[in-house]
């Protein structure tokens, strides 16, 4: 095919641009391999921060040349690419030191993202490219990670994998039982929301280890702040002296839980929960500003502590939850039709003893459905609250005298805040 200069003439702003960008792109990815290149001493990498950027150009160019030329020249520029790093790779092999293929790949990723950048795919390739250089510079984190992994907890990602992205296809649609109210897809996807901020609660609490009493407590709550109410109110009476601290850890993660639920809303129901984050935003700042000046009395010492928190996902526990959803659905319902509105705001109260999530999610599937976004709010926090006084009764029953006298400032921060919004609505 002949070219003219005339074709040539059309290169504009728009082509600078892209250009531009997979320049941007590249550096970027060569950069941090030269550091990493240069962080690891008597190692030899056969492309830094100049390869990795004209790569990326070259992507760019190849991807714009074959829109002159044909298609054909993209394959060829790209087989080129991958036969220099097969023989790279092969020569480099032969040196001493244990070498992988990171650096080799994100080389052809790179040229693949330059001739997306030519495509106007520029978001996208910039979402690679920071995955990439997430995956390239926290490689020593990553690996920490994986060594502290046990089966146990490599086996529930697994489950949640399988769970959410192969058994939720499969299940029916159509509504079954009293009222016609169930649906196994829909419950399927409440338990795959609950499970999965569960488990990556429970990772980070792995991950970042809950030195310190008040961080375990913060991060417990994540997963179960009434399993650090639990562990702490025992603790606080066989060491008296460390009853402060556990009282601000527990007042953190019953807080904790108000953020916790806003997520859920808002990935059901981003309508309601753009209406809820007013009364959560002012529970968590009185809850976690009493706390904060609580742990200012003692000039932030504070002592080591772990939570032995319970892997939050398994089958069992998974059908727990499908199960107990469905009976607060029908609760909420039934509730409903015998007393009215007067109906959800008891079956708050009761579900809300036990779990706060399943009546969370209801109530943000019913406001989608068309019910009232006041009512559901309240609901909400009604559950939130019941659930909180069943921790304070926690502490009251199982703790120390000293973290009683602490906790009970949180908790009062809580209700009075909580109590607050319910009777500044009522009257507005």
């Given amino acids: 095919m002949e070219i003219g200069a005339s074709q040539f003439s059309d290169l504009n702003l728009v082509h600078l641009i892209g250009l531009a960008s997979s320049i941007g792109i590249g550096f970027l990815i060569g950069m941090e ?32 040349l074959s829109t002159f030329v044909g298609d054909w020249v993209f394959g060829l520029t790209l087989a080129c690419v991958f036969a220099f790093v097969v023989v790279s790779y092969v020569q480099m092999s032969k040196m001493p030191g244990n070498r992988g293929g990171t650096s080799e790949f994100a080389l052809l990723i790179t040229f693949t993202l330059g001739a997306l950048v030519f495509y106007k795919m520029i ?95 913060l991060i417990g709550g994540f997963v179960s702040s009434t399993s650090v109410s639990l562990a702490f109110s025992r603790k606080s009476k066989e060491s008296k002296s460390s009853s402060f601290f556990y009282a601000v850890g527990i007042i953190l993660a019953c807080t904790i839980m108000f953020p916790r639920i806003l997520f859920e809303v808002y990935i059901v129901n981003a309508n309601l929960a753009s209406q809820l984050h007013i009364p959560i935003i002012i529970i968590t700042c009185a809850g976690f500003g009493t706390a904060v000046l609580i742990y200012k009395v003692e000039n932030g010492n504070h002592s080591n502590n772990e939570i032995a928190l319970k892997n939050p996902l398994d089958f069992l526990t998974a059908l727990k939850f499908a199960l107990l959803f469905a009976a607060v659905q029908w609760l909420v319902k039934y509730a409903s039709i015998q007393f009215g509105d007067n109906g959800f ?59 009683r006298k602490t906790a009970l400032w949180g908790f009062f921060a809580i209700f009075i805040s909580g109590f607050a919004y319910f009777f500044v609505s009522y009257i507005y």
């Fill in 33 to 64: 391999r030269q550091f990493s290149k240069e962080a690891i001493e008597h190692q030899e990498q056969f492309a830094g921060i100049r390869t990795f950027t004209m790569v990326s150009m070259f992507g760019f160019i190849s991807a714009l």
């Fill in 345 to 403: 705001y008891l079956a708050g109260a009761i579900s809300g003893i036990t779990d706060v999530d399943a009546i969370t999610l209801s109530m943000a599937k019913i406001e989608k459905a068309g019910g009232s976004t006041r009512l559901a709010i309240q609901t909400i926090l009604i559950a939130a609250l019941s659930n909180t006084l069943v921790k304070f009764f926690i502490v009251i029953v199982l703790g120390s005298i000293e973290l």
């Fill in 123 to 217: 978001l996208f390739a910039l979402i690679i490219m920071v995955v990439m250089l997430l995956l390239l510079a926290f490689k020593p984190s990553l690996h920490l990670f994986v060594e502290k992994l046990k089966r146990q907890e490599l086996l529930a990602i697994i489950f949640f994998v399988v769970m959410s992205a192969l058994v939720m296809p499969f299940l029916p649609k159509e509504n079954f039982g009293p009222y016609k109210l169930w649906n196994l897809k829909e419950i399927w996807q409440m338990v795959v929301i609950v499970s999965g901020t569960s488990l990556v609660g429970y990772m980070i609490a792995k991950f970042m280890g809950q030195k310190g009493t008040v961080l375990a407590g």
